[in-house]
């Protein structure tokens, strides 16, 4: 696939994503420009991730991307996919809610800090940081204080 057409479907993706509705708690801290490539991937990712869209959700990763959680280290697409639809079963479209309180872009690295409730977990405090390399998740790290119901 042609570097066109792997921006074009990029931008196809990212406009089809939802526009998510994420609650900023401390607007000093959103460093985000408008038009940020990084933040519309970042956006799409997480929009993804609301509609549990896993199949959009992994168009942000490739097979070198690494994944890093409290828990494991999650390297390549399958292992990837593999945590993503272990977690989305606890985030159902309907009945979930989730807020972002930080969001901060410094060149190719993004930090965010969240909060969600859903009918079967309650994370107080859930934060990722996303190194995006050509336009896709490089490398990832997530960490949150799950309390399941």
């Known amino acids: ?19 998510i509705s994420l609650t900023i708690s401390d607007s000093k801290d959103k460093k985000v ?11 799409r990712h997480l929009g993804s991730f609301q ?4 199949k959009v959700l992994m168009t942000d990763y ?5 994944f890093i959680t409290q828990t494991e280290t999650y390297k390549g697409l399958a292992e990837i996919e593999l945590f993503f639809k272990g977690l989305m079963q606890h985030f ?10 930080k969001f901060v872009i410094d060149k190719d690295l993004a930090y965010i800090i969240w909060h969600a409730k859903t009918p079967s977990l309650v994370i107080p405090l859930g934060t990722d940081t ?5 336009n896709k998740i490089a490398q ?3 960490a949150g204080d799950l309390r399941f119901l």
């Open 62 to 66: 490739t097979d070198d991307s690494v």
């Open 33 to 43: 420009e408008p038009g940020n490539v990084i933040a519309a991937i970042i956006s």
């Open 130 to 134: 996303f190194v995006i390399k050509n």
């Open 92 to 101: 159902p479209v309907e009945g979930s809610s989730f807020s972002l309180d």
């Open 140 to 142: 990832q790290t997530f």
């Open 1 to 19: 696939m042609s570097t066109k057409n792997a921006e074009a479907e990029m931008q196809e993706q990212t406009d089809r994503a939802t526009e």
């Open 51 to 54: 509609k549990n869209d896993l």
